[in-house]
C-alpha cells in the first residue's frame, strides 16, 4: 500500500489490543511497514496476518516481554531497521498507597515503566546512528500528581523525566516526546495522534510532553492556515 510513510518502518510494542493494535492498524494504513511486539502468540500472529493481509505492508511478529531485558535486546536487534518507535505498553491500577498492593505495583510498572525504558535504551542507539528516528512514550498519567492515582502518577514522573533527559542528548534527525493520556484514554485520538507524529515529527521538538489533543489542534490549526 503506497502512502506518506510508504519504505518506512515503525516497531509497535503492546501491538496485540487496544490503542497499540489500533495505532499499529493506522500506521500500516499509510503505508508504513510495521515490527508487531506482544507476549499473546495467537494474538500477537492473528493481528499480524490481519494486517499483512488488509494493508498489504510488510509485517512482522516478535514474541516476547520488552520488560525482560534480553528479549528487549533481541527485539531491539531485529528491529533495527525501523525509523519510528511506539510505546503502548502498561495498565496502570488506580488506587491510593494503600489500595495497591505491592504485587500490582511491580507488575504494572514492569509493562508502564521497565519495558518502555528498556525499549528506548535498545533504539537509540540504531537511530543515532543513522541519524533520524522518532519515539514516541504513551504516558497513562493524570494531569498532575494524585494521591489517589499513586501508581500513575509516579510512573509519568519517571517517563516524562526519561522524555526530557534523554532528548538533551540524541543525535540532531532523532526525536523523543511522550504523549500524555491525562487518564483520558480516547482510544481513537490517540491513534490519530500517533499516526500524524509519525507523518509530521518535525511539528512538535524533541523532549515535548503533549496530549493527543494538542496533536490534532495543532495540526487542524495548520491546515486551517492554508486554506485561509
Not at 495467537?42 to 499480524?48: F, Q, V
Not at 546512528?129 to 500513575?152: F, H, K, S
Amino acid at each position: 500500500m503506497q502512502g506518506p510513510l510508504s519504505g518506512k518502518s515503525a516497531l509497535i510494542t503492546g501491538a496485540v489490543g487496544g490503542i497499540g493494535l489500533m495505532a499499529t492498524r493506522a500506521l500500516a494504513q499509510t503505508g508504513c511497514d510495521v515490527h508487531l511486539v506482544g507476549q499473546n502468540f495467537s494474538k500477537l500472529y492473528e493481528a499480524t496476518t490481519s494486517i499483512r493481509n488488509t494493508y498489504a505492508v510488510e509485517a512482522n511478529q516478535h514474541s516476547g516481554n520488552p520488560a525482560n531485558p534480553v528479549d528487549a535486546e533481541a527485539i531491539g536487534m531485529a528491529c533495527a531497521d525501523a525509523e519510528i518507535f511506539i510505546s503502548c505498553t502498561g495498565n496502570l491500577p488506580h488506587g491510593n498507597l494503600e489500595d495497591i498492593e505491592d504485587e500490582r505495583w511491580r507488575k504494572s510498572w514492569e509493562a508502564a515503566v521497565f519495558a518502555p525504558l528498556n525499549m528506548v535504551r535498545e533504539m537509540i542507539g540504531h537511530m543515532n546512528d543513522e541519524e533520524r528516528g522518532l519515539i514516541v512514550l504513551l504516558i497513562d498519567t493524570p494531569t498532575e500528581p494524585q494521591a489517589d492515582d499513586i501508581c500513575a502518577s509516579a510512573s509519568g514522573a519517571v517517563l516524562k523525566t526519561l522524555v526530557s533527559a534523554l532528548s538533551q542528548e540524541l543525535v540532531k534527525g532523532v526525536r523523543i516526546v511522550g504523549l500524555l493520556t491525562e487518564r483520558n484514554v480516547d482510544a481513537n485520538a490517540l491513534s490519530e495522534a500517533i499516526t500524524r507524529l509519525a507523518i509530521e515529527p518535525e511539528q512538535v521538538a524533541t523532549g515535548s510532553l503533549i496530549t493527543a489533543a494538542d496533536v490534532l489542534k495543532s495540526d487542524d490549526e495548520e491546515t486551517e492556515n492554508k486554506t485561509s
